[in-house]
């Protein structure tokens, strides 16, 4: 089990930028896969970006490809989303998520085990 903690939300003007932050404490960070989600008011959660625990690989939403980047850094127990061109349908709070090894789909919420408290992520038109 690991606990996450994110940080780096705010507002921002739509086509500006934004780096979201998640620190891991508590666990072997690099045997877990990681994800961010979103979920906005009245909806449900939802994928945004995950990475796998060896790195190589990585899954975008349709709605935010070419656009957000999810990026880990091993050393540092923290992964990222860096978020270009951001559009006010992209308001959400973000949540990172991590699960040890073993997941079959990682869009998936419920293959996730530990979740951040969420930072809100507010663009304005």
């Known amino acids: 089990q690991v606990t996450l903690v994110e940080s780096g939300g705010g507002l921002v003007q739509a086509g500006g930028s934004l780096r979201l932050s998640c620190e891991a404490s508590?666990?072997?960070?690099?045997?877990?896969?990681l994800a961010w989600f979103r979920q906005a008011p009245g909806k449900e959660r939802e994928f945004v970006a995950a990475i796998t625990w060896n790195g190589p690989n990585t899954y975008y939403a349709d709605s935010v490809k070419g656009r957000f980047t999810i990026s880990r850094d091993n050393a540092g127990n923290t992964v990222y989303l860096q978020m270009y061109g951001l559009k006010p349908e992209d308001t959400a709070v973000y949540y990172c998520?991590?699960?040890?090894?073993?997941?079959?789909?990682?869009?998936?919420?419920?293959?996730?085990?530990?979740w951040g408290q969420g930072t809100q992520v507010t663009v304005s038109s």
């Open positions: 998520a991590a699960q040890h090894l073993f997941a079959s789909n990682l869009r998936v919420p419920a293959q996730y085990n530990d």
């Open positions: 508590g666990g072997t960070f690099s045997n877990y896969h």
